[in-house]
C-alpha cells in the first residue's frame, strides 16, 4: 500500500515537471493567491476611478469624468462624420432614387384602326418620358391582330405594337417590307414577322406595349417584355434574357411603370 501510494507521488511530480518544467505550480481557481503573494500584472484587473484627478491626469478638475483630449478627439470624429454624410446622402439619393420612382405611362392615340393592315407594319411616334420634348419620344410599330399567326395568350386586343429596341444593346431595329424582317443594323440582329428572335445577338424578342381599341382610335399604353413563348414579362432593360433562369438573375426594377388611364 505504502508503495503503491510512492508510485501514484512520483507519476505526479513527472507529470508537473513535464507540464510546467521548473516554474511553480498555478493556483487553483478554488484557492485564490493572497493578497500580499500576487505580482504588479494581478492589478490590471482593478477597475480604475471613473474621474480624472483620481488617474493623476495633469490638468483635471474635480468631478471630471472625460479628458479634454477625449472630448476633442469625440468632436472631430463627430464632425468629420458629418461632413461626410453631407457628400455621401445626397449622391447616394441620387443614385438610388430613380431606382424606386414609379413612373405613370398614359394611353395615347396612334391613329384610327382603319390605318392599319395584318400583313405589314406602320411606324408611329409616341411619347414615352414627358417632360423632356423629343428626347422623351421613341418609334415603334403598329399592324392588326392576325388570328392565324398570333395564338399567344392574352390576344384580346385587335391591334399589336411592337418596339423598335433592339434586345441586344438597345439600338433601333428597321422592319423590312420585302423580308417580312426586323433588322438592327448596328450588330446584326434579326427578328421575325412577330417579333420572335432569329439570329445575331439579341437574348429575347422586340419588347411591346398594351394596346387598346376605344371608339376606332388605337391607344398605346405601358410596355412589356416577352420571351421565346411571348410571355409577359415587367419590362426589361436589353441584355436581360427571360428564358430560363434567366427571368430570376433580372428580376423588375421598381421603376416598373404603372398603367393610367388617359
Given at each position: 500500500?505504502?508503495?503503491?501510494?510512492?508510485?501514484?507521488?512520483?507519476?505526479?511530480?513527472?507529470?508537473?515537471?513535464?507540464?510546467?518544467?521548473?516554474?511553480?505550480?498555478?493556483?487553483?481557481?478554488?484557492?485564490?493567491?493572497?493578497?500580499?503573494?500576487?505580482?504588479?500584472?494581478?492589478?490590471?484587473?482593478?477597475k480604475s476611478?471613473?474621474?480624472?484627478?483620481?488617474?493623476?491626469?495633469?490638468?483635471?478638475?474635480e468631478g471630471?469624468?472625460?479628458?479634454?483630449?477625449?472630448?476633442?478627439?469625440?468632436?472631430?470624429?463627430?464632425?468629420?462624420?458629418?461632413?461626410?454624410?453631407?457628400?455621401?446622402?445626397?449622391?447616394?439619393?441620387?443614385?438610388?432614387?430613380?431606382?424606386?420612382?414609379?413612373?405613370?405611362?398614359?394611353?395615347?392615340?396612334?391613329?384610327?384602326?382603319?390605318?392599319?393592315?395584318?400583313?405589314?407594319?406602320?411606324?408611329?411616334?409616341?411619347?414615352?418620358?414627358?417632360?423632356?420634348?423629343?428626347?422623351?419620344?421613341?418609334?415603334?410599330?403598329?399592324?392588326?391582330?392576325?388570328?392565324?399567326?398570333?395564338?399567344?395568350?392574352?390576344?384580346?386586343?385587335?391591334?399589336?405594337?411592337?418596339?423598335?429596341?433592339?434586345?441586344?444593346?438597345?439600338?433601333?431595329?428597321?422592319?423590312?417590307?420585302?423580308?417580312?424582317?426586323?433588322?438592327?443594323?448596328?450588330?446584326?440582329?434579326?427578328?421575325?414577322?412577330?417579333?420572335?428572335?432569329?439570329?445575331?445577338?439579341?437574348?429575347?424578342?422586340?419588347?411591346?406595349?398594351?394596346?387598346?381599341?376605344?371608339?376606332?382610335?388605337?391607344?398605346?399604353?405601358?410596355?412589356?417584355?416577352?420571351?421565346?413563348?411571348?410571355?409577359?414579362?415587367?419590362?426589361?432593360?436589353?441584355?436581360?434574357?427571360?428564358d430560363g433562369?434567366?427571368?430570376?438573375?433580372?428580376?423588375?426594377?421598381?421603376?416598373?411603370?404603372?398603367?393610367?388611364?388617359?
Amino acid at each position: 500500500m505504502r508503495l503503491h501510494t510512492r508510485t501514484r507521488a512520483a507519476v505526479r511530480r513527472f507529470i508537473h515537471r513535464w507540464r510546467y518544467g521548473s516554474r511553480p505550480r498555478p493556483a487553483s481557481p478554488s484557492r485564490p493567491i493572497p493578497a500580499e503573494k500576487r505580482t504588479v500584472a494581478d492589478d490590471r484587473y482593478k477597475k480604475s476611478s471613473p474621474y480624472t484627478a483620481d488617474r493623476g491626469i495633469p490638468g483635471a478638475f474635480e468631478g471630471e469624468t472625460v479628458t479634454r483630449r477625449r472630448f476633442m478627439g469625440a468632436s472631430t470624429h463627430a464632425l468629420g462624420a458629418v461632413a461626410a454624410s453631407a457628400f455621401a446622402l445626397p449622391a447616394l439619393g441620387f443614385a438610388l432614387g430613380p431606382v424606386f420612382e414609379r413612373t405613370k405611362m398614359p394611353w395615347q392615340s396612334v391613329g384610327p384602326l382603319d390605318d392599319f393592315t395584318k400583313d405589314t407594319y406602320v411606324p408611329r411616334v409616341i411619347q414615352i418620358v414627358s417632360g423632356i420634348g423629343e428626347a422623351g419620344k421613341t418609334s415603334v410599330y403598329v399592324r392588326l391582330r392576325n388570328p392565324e399567326i398570333d395564338t399567344e395568350e392574352g390576344g384580346e386586343s385587335a391591334a399589336i405594337v411592337i418596339s423598335t429596341r433592339c434586345n441586344h444593346l438597345g439600338c433601333p431595329v428597321r422592319f423590312t417590307q420585302a423580308a417580312g424582317k426586323f433588322i438592327c443594323p448596328c450588330h446584326g440582329g434579326v427578328y421575325d414577322f412577330r417579333g420572335l428572335r432569329e439570329g445575331g445577338p439579341p437574348v429575347r424578342p422586340l419588347d411591346r406595349f398594351y394596346t387598346r381599341v376605344e371608339n376606332g382610335e388605337v391607344f398605346v399604353g405601358p410596355r412589356y417584355s416577352v420571351n421565346s413563348e411571348l410571355r409577359r414579362f415587367s419590362p426589361r432593360d436589353p441584355g436581360e434574357p427571360l428564358d430560363g433562369i434567366g427571368q430570376y438573375m433580372y428580376p423588375a426594377r421598381f421603376s416598373t411603370p404603372e398603367k393610367a388611364g388617359r
